[in-house]
């Protein structure tokens, strides 16, 4: 320790002048230019320690561990200060000062085993700057406090900045408050007139089941860049906010009666409430949002915020959010609605999970689905769901598709009751529109090696070029029954039955009707086979063929047999089929 010059005031004051301290290792540990102290001597004499003014110029603290397990070089210090007579009466603590001063200080601390990133705060490479404090200390004993800052400031190497910290604490044996704290950094302003907690002491410990506290948040005023030295991600946002909350709570509650967070220019808004009780040994919260509304671009400056990424494609075709709803939940329940409108249209939404039981109610009304899926060939939906079943691989489905646009068509009426259980889906659709009233039920089942389809399907209308689905048969509607019994993972290795009955084709010009067609495909041993039975006649097909070739070798093999018929000649093949063929035609009406 080093000191330049020591003037002694009128009785009680002493003034110190460029003091020095090294640390064990001989580095420079601390450094102040003055400091100007000023004692109540007749306090002195009643076992109080009352500063009348402390003052400290131009002081310098470099801090610093060699790794994070070794101890510090100001260890030395705290050792020499700590009592060694543990059998001493320790005497009660009483403190006051009545002006803390400190002008143009910097601390720094460092691991110097750590690396640190420079423009990142980091609590193994701390360095303040230019700190700057006014502190009043009315009062500190053992059991109590009063303490007024008037003003703390300092600069921060990350870039953060505290341009002004005020605030007045007391802690007593039953109630502790802070009162008109204040926190200005440079774009953002919070603050709080009072905010109180009340308890009951045991043994010198405080009764947790007797904790009770309130309070209020306001913040006008909150630029997101000013924390940026903590999250840097958090400088590409310019956006100020502002922030307001009420709340009260226990040691085992908390309940937010006001929750504000918004964008100044009203890009983004949030009105709530909620809270929880019981914690944390059964906890239960909800939460309601009175409203929520975010235009696109808050929504892009909150995903850049938590992923550094532009906003998903997705995002930016559903434009402009407005929302209301609950959440809530308790042990092993959960209960959630909302009422979600976007610029694609509107949806509610609502899900209830009690342990393993999952039940959720879907409702659109014009929401356009082909901007959000980003599909011309797609339009509105308005459909009413409702979903039970306990996991992700057992849910089931019913409710009705008011209407739903595709290829330019507006479908009506479609019934669903369907469920997905362990990779099998079942159920039954009914569509009643004017040009598809079509009903099938059946299952598929995905679960073995080998896909098994089984179907049945009631056709009373089916008009392809009323609905935009082929520009061919204008003015014509078929109908037909079909049955499939069938497994396989492609056409190649199918094995079962297709039966389609009563078939019919109705135009304005003619009329057709089928009464039985019947496919049974698959194989026996290494023979490969097709057998159709119908009306018009019977067709028997064996040996190794692929379907995707199969017709092409049949007009190969008839223009080689018939090789005078017009436009009919043989192509090479990529692929070898191996079969024969038994065909019986009774009916050519069909051709």
Same mark, same amino acid.
């Given at each position: 320790v080093?000191?330049?010059?020591?003037?002694?005031?009128?009785i009680?004051?002493?003034i110190?002048?460029?003091?020095?301290?090294?640390?064990?290792?001989?580095k420079?540990m601390?450094?102040?230019?003055?400091?100007?102290?000023?004692?109540n001597?007749?306090?002195l004499?009643?076992?109080?320690?009352?500063?009348?003014?402390?003052q400290?110029?131009?002081?310098?603290?470099?801090?610093?561990?060699?790794?994070?397990?070794?101890?510090?070089n100001?260890q030395?210090v705290?050792?020499?200060?700590?009592?060694?007579?543990?059998?001493?009466?320790?005497t009660?603590?009483?403190?006051?000062?009545?002006?803390?001063i400190?002008?143009?200080?910097a601390?720094r601390y460092?691991?110097?085993?750590h690396?640190?990133?420079?423009?990142k705060?980091?609590?193994?490479?701390?360095?303040a700057?230019n700190?700057?404090a006014h502190i009043?200390v009315n009062?500190?004993?053992?059991?109590?406090?009063?303490?007024?800052?008037?003003?703390?400031a300092?600069?921060?190497?990350?870039?953060?900045?505290?341009?002004?910290?005020?605030?007045?604490?007391?802690?007593?044996?039953?109630?502790?408050?802070?009162?008109?704290?204040r926190l200005?950094?440079?774009?953002?302003i919070?603050?709080?007139?009072?905010?109180?907690?009340?308890?009951?002491?045991?043994?010198?410990?405080?009764?947790?089941?007797?904790?009770?506290?309130?309070?209020?948040?306001?913040?006008?005023?909150?630029s997101?860049?000013?924390?940026?030295?903590?999250?840097?991600?958090?400088?590409?946002?310019?956006?100020?906010?502002?922030?307001?909350?009420?709340f009260?709570?226990?040691?085992?509650?908390?309940n937010?009666?006001?929750?504000?967070?918004?964008?100044?220019?009203?890009?983004?808004?949030?009105?709530?409430?909620g809270?929880i009780?019981?914690?944390p040994a059964?906890?239960?919260?909800?939460?309601?949002?009175n409203?929520?509304?975010?235009?696109?671009?808050?929504?892009?400056s909150?995903?850049?915020?938590?992923t550094?990424?532009?906003?998903?494609?997705?995002?930016?075709r559903?434009?402009?959010?407005?929302?209301?709803?609950?959440?809530g939940?308790?042990?092993?329940?959960?209960a959630?609605n909302?009422?979600?409108?976007?610029?694609?249209?509107?949806i509610?939404?609502a899900?209830?999970?009690r342990?393993?039981n999952?039940?959720?109610?879907?409702?659109?009304?014009?929401?356009?689905v082909?901007?959000?899926?980003?599909?011309?060939?797609?339009?509105h939906?308005?459909?009413?769901?409702?979903?039970?079943?306990?996991?992700e691989?057992?849910?089931?489905a019913?409710?009705?598709?008011?209407?739903?646009?595709?290829?330019?068509?507006k479908?009506h009426?479609?019934?669903i009751?369907?469920?997905?259980?362990?990779?099998?889906v079942?159920?039954? $659709?009914?569509?009643?529109?004017?040009?598809?009233? %079509?009903?099938? !039920?059946? +299952?598929l089942?995905? &679960?073995? *090696?080998? #896909?098994l389809?089984?179907?049945?399907?009631?056709v009373a209308?089916?008009?392809?070029?009323?609905l935009?689905?082929?520009?061919?048969?204008?003015?014509t509607?078929?109908?037909?029954?079909?049955?499939?019994?069938?497994?396989?993972?492609?056409?190649?290795d199918?094995?079962?039955?297709?039966e389609?009955?009563d078939?019919?084709?109705l135009?304005?010009?003619?009329?057709?009707?089928?009464?039985?067609?019947?496919?049974?495909?698959g194989?026996e041993?290494?023979?490969?086979?097709?057998?159709?039975?119908?009306?018009?006649g019977?067709?028997? $097909?064996?040996?190794?063929?692929?379907?995707?070739? %199969?017709?092409r !070798?049949? +007009?190969?093999m008839? &223009?080689a *047999?018939? #090789?005078?018929?017009?436009g009919?000649?043989?192509?090479?093949q990529?692929?070898?089929?191996?079969?024969?063929i038994?065909?019986?035609?009774?009916?050519?009406?069909?051709?």
């Amino acid at each position: 320790v080093s000191v330049g010059r020591v003037d002694l005031g009128f009785i009680n004051r002493i003034i110190i002048d460029d003091s020095q301290m090294q640390d064990q290792q001989g580095k420079q540990m601390l450094r102040v230019s003055r400091i100007s102290v000023k004692i109540n001597l007749l306090a002195l004499t009643k076992g109080q320690i009352d500063v009348t003014s402390a003052q400290f110029f131009g002081m310098h603290a470099n801090l610093y561990k060699a790794t994070a397990e070794s101890k510090p070089n100001f260890q030395f210090v705290v050792d020499s200060l700590a009592s060694k007579d543990t059998t001493k009466q320790k005497t009660p603590l009483d403190l006051q000062i009545n002006s803390l001063i400190i002008r143009n200080g910097a601390v720094r601390y460092r691991v110097l085993s750590h690396a640190s990133n420079l423009h990142k705060f980091s609590p193994d490479n701390i360095d303040a700057r230019n700190i700057s404090a006014h502190i009043i200390v009315n009062r500190i004993t053992d059991d109590s406090l009063n303490v007024k800052v008037k003003r703390i400031a300092f600069d921060e190497r990350c870039g953060f900045r505290l341009k002004s910290l005020s605030l007045h604490a007391v802690y007593g044996p039953n109630e502790a408050s802070v009162n008109n704290f204040r926190l200005e950094l440079p774009s953002t302003i919070v603050h709080s007139e009072n905010i109180t907690c009340s308890y009951s002491m045991k043994n010198g410990k405080i009764e947790m089941p007797t904790v009770q506290f309130k309070g209020s948040i306001n913040a006008p005023i909150i630029s997101l860049t000013d924390f940026a030295g903590f999250v840097p991600k958090l400088s590409g946002i310019k956006q100020r906010m502002m922030l307001a909350a009420d709340f009260y709570g226990t040691a085992s509650s908390l309940n937010v009666t006001r929750l504000e967070l918004g964008t100044d220019n009203g890009d983004l808004h949030l009105l709530a409430d909620g809270g929880i009780k019981n914690y944390p040994a059964d906890a239960a919260w909800y939460a309601n949002v009175n409203r929520f509304a975010a235009n696109h671009a808050a929504i892009a400056s909150i995903v850049y915020a938590a992923t550094g990424k532009e906003v998903p494609a997705i995002l930016t075709r559903i434009g402009d959010v407005s929302m209301t709803g609950f959440v809530g939940g308790e042990s092993n329940k959960l209960a959630a609605n909302a009422r979600v409108s976007t610029s694609l249209g509107s949806i509610k939404l609502a899900v209830d999970k009690r342990k393993n039981n999952i039940t959720g109610h879907i409702e659109t009304v014009d929401f356009n689905v082909g901007k959000l899926a980003d599909d011309n060939k797609l339009g509105h939906l308005s459909t009413n769901l409702n979903l039970h079943g306990q996991s992700e691989d057992n849910m089931a489905a019913t409710g009705r598709v008011y209407n739903f646009d595709y290829n330019g068509y507006k479908y009506h009426d479609i019934n669903i009751d369907a469920s997905y259980r362990h990779k099998v889906v079942d159920g039954r $659709i009914d569509i009643d529109d004017p040009n598809a009233q %079509i009903s099938a !039920s059946g +299952l598929l089942n995905i &679960a073995g *090696k080998t #896909p098994l389809l089984k179907a049945n399907v009631a056709v009373a209308r089916f008009a392809p070029n009323a609905l935009h689905l082929t520009p061919k048969w204008q003015s014509t509607a078929f109908a037909a029954n079909i049955a499939c019994d069938i497994k396989g993972s492609s056409v190649n290795d199918a094995d079962g039955t297709v039966e389609i009955s009563d078939f019919s084709m109705l135009s304005s010009q003619s009329e057709y009707g089928l009464r039985n067609v019947t496919v049974k495909t698959g194989f026996e041993g290494d023979n490969h086979y097709l057998n159709l039975d119908s009306d018009f006649g019977q067709v028997d $097909i064996n040996g190794h063929f692929n379907y995707n070739t %199969i017709a092409r !070798s049949v +007009l190969n093999m008839v &223009a080689a *047999k018939l #090789p005078t018929i017009p436009g009919l000649t043989r192509q090479p093949q990529k692929e070898y089929n191996d079969f024969t063929i038994n065909a019986s035609i009774s009916n050519t009406d069909w051709m």
